[in-house]
């Protein structure tokens, strides 16, 4: 593929963007980072969609929320199709939503595990099975995945076999999903952060246990910010990255190299 410049290729001009559990943390940074290289927006999650659709709007860029927990089995197809009633195509999927679950493997509560499941791995297929017909009839698309270091290292110190299982389970549908629909010009690739400065992972950050333990394994010795994050997820969903499918990004400071 060609393009007028290297710079122009990271551009989304002209695209269709649906980001799960786009409201906040990572997910938000992805909106905001898809809407400066021009993309549609469309965002959902359970809730705080005014708050992020009047942030990215300020902004400049052209957002709809969509509410949906997608955690529910028929929400996938319902936002696919409210997606594709609105702009007429989807060209980029990002499933972000995701939840962390810790606790010891010997007495997990069983509803927590599926609760886990569901929304990490049940959900994500879902969404990609949503999207893929669309996506086949436009010629193409791209799906990026949230995936996590914790799919790649069992990192320590707390106990979350649940949780890596999980992203584990993402990684491997990645790289499965992207031998099945090269063909159809669809491109599938995740991106995998480490230790992000977010809702999710403050809890770690500030417990005087855990925090030691994350800098001290982190070569670069900090937490990442949901932007790097950003940065990454939309090289995977613009034509820089056109001759990459399969791919699980690590974004995670160099945790993976100890």
Same mark, same amino acid.
């Given at each position: 593929?060609?393009?007028?410049?290297?710079?122009?290729?990271?551009?989304?001009?002209?695209?269709?963007?649906?980001?799960?559990?786009?409201?906040?943390?990572?997910?938000?940074?992805?909106?905001?980072?898809?809407?400066? %290289?021009?993309?549609?927006?469309?965002? *959902?999650?359970?809730?705080?969609?005014?708050?992020?659709?009047?942030?990215?709007?300020?902004?400049?860029?052209?957002?709809?929320?969509?509410?949906?927990?997608?955690?529910?089995?028929?929400?996938?197809?319902?936002?696919?199709?409210?997606?594709?009633?609105?702009?007429?195509?989807?060209?980029?999927?990002?499933? $972000?939503?995701?939840?962390?679950?810790? /606790?010891?493997?010997?007495?997990?509560?069983?509803?927590?595990?599926?609760?886990?499941?569901?929304?990490?791995?049940? %959900?994500?297929?879902?969404?990609?099975?949503?999207?893929?017909?669309?996506?086949?009839?436009?010629?193409?698309?791209?799906?990026?995945?949230?995936?996590?270091?914790?799919?790649?290292?069992? $990192?320590?110190?707390?106990?979350?076999?649940?949780?890596?299982?999980?992203? %584990?389970?993402?990684?491997?549908?990645?790289?499965?999903?992207?031998?099945?629909?090269?063909?159809? $010009?669809?491109?599938? $690739?995740?991106? %995998?952060?480490?230790?992000?400065?977010?809702?999710?992972?403050? /809890?770690?950050?500030?417990?005087?246990?855990?925090?030691?333990?994350?800098?001290?394994?982190?070569?670069?010795?900090?937490?990442?910010?949901?932007?790097?994050?950003?940065?990454?997820?939309?090289?995977?969903?613009?034509?820089?990255?056109?001759?990459?499918? /399969?791919?699980?990004?690590?974004?995670?400071?160099?945790? *993976?190299?100890?």
């Amino acid at each position: 593929m060609t393009t007028s410049s290297i710079l122009d290729r990271f551009r989304l001009d002209g695209k269709t963007a649906l980001i799960t559990g786009g409201t906040r943390g990572i997910g938000l940074a992805i909106a905001h980072a898809f809407g400066e %290289a021009g993309a549609r927006l469309f965002i *959902t999650a359970r809730s705080g969609g005014q708050a992020a659709e009047e942030e990215l709007q300020a902004a400049g860029y052209e957002v709809k929320f969509i509410q949906a927990d997608i955690s529910d089995p028929a929400a996938p197809r319902s936002i696919v199709a409210q997606v594709i009633g609105a702009a007429g195509r989807l060209d980029v999927l990002v499933n $972000n939503a995701g939840v962390a679950i810790h /606790g010891d493997s010997a007495d997990f509560p069983d509803e927590e595990l599926r609760r886990l499941m569901n929304l990490n791995v049940d %959900a994500v297929f879902r969404c990609c099975q949503a999207a893929i017909p669309a996506m086949r009839t436009q010629g193409g698309g791209t799906i990026v995945n949230m995936g996590s270091m914790s799919g790649v290292a069992s $990192n320590i110190p707390q106990n979350q076999v649940a949780y890596n299982s999980s992203k %584990a389970a993402v990684h491997m549908m990645t790289k499965s999903l992207a031998s099945e629909l090269a063909a159809d $010009n669809i491109r599938v $690739n995740a991106v %995998a952060p480490g230790y992000i400065q977010t809702d999710m992972s403050q /809890g770690g950050i500030e417990n005087p246990d855990w925090w030691p333990i994350w800098r001290d394994m982190t070569p670069m010795g900090r937490v990442g910010q949901p932007d790097e994050v950003a940065a990454a997820t939309l090289f995977l969903a613009s034509p820089a990255s056109s001759y990459m499918t /399969g791919t699980v990004m690590l974004v995670d400071g160099g945790y *993976t190299t100890r």
